[in-house]
Nanobody, 115 residues
């Protein structure tokens, strides 16, 4: 069974940067869009950024200009560069991979931004 393996979360001060990575443990047939979501305590999971198979990107308004999503199709990997971090960015970040008939989710990686 294919899993998504995330890494790169951690504790950082406000204004700092992190890079999240998500790679598959096996091969996924016909990957379409890839993305990152986050869920803060007491809140619903929300879309942070999404990148299509043609590399078109979409960002949540709250992260536009600060976060950058990218993908490596050969590695079946998706990345999220988080810059100018704010305390309100604190959440568990989940990667998502869309393929025909199925979505895959990572286990989540904690990002904590201190003020």
């Amino acid at each position: 069974q294919v899993h998504l393996v995330e890494s790169g979360g951690g504790l950082v001060q406000a204004g700092g940067s992190l890079r999240l990575s998500c790679e598959t443990s096996g091969s996924i047939y016909r990957i379409n869009a890839m993305g990152w979501y986050r869920q803060a305590p007491g809140k619903q999971r929300e879309l942070v950024a999404r990148i299509s198979k043609f590399s078109n990107t979409k960002y949540a308004d709250s992260v536009t200009g600060r976060f950058t999503i990218s993908r490596d199709n050969a590695k079946e990997a998706v990345y999220l560069h988080l810059n100018s971090l704010k305390p309100e960015d604190t959440a568990v970040y989940y990667c998502n991979v869309e393929s025909p008939g199925r979505d895959y989710w990572g286990q989540g990686t904690q990002v904590t931004v201190s003020s």
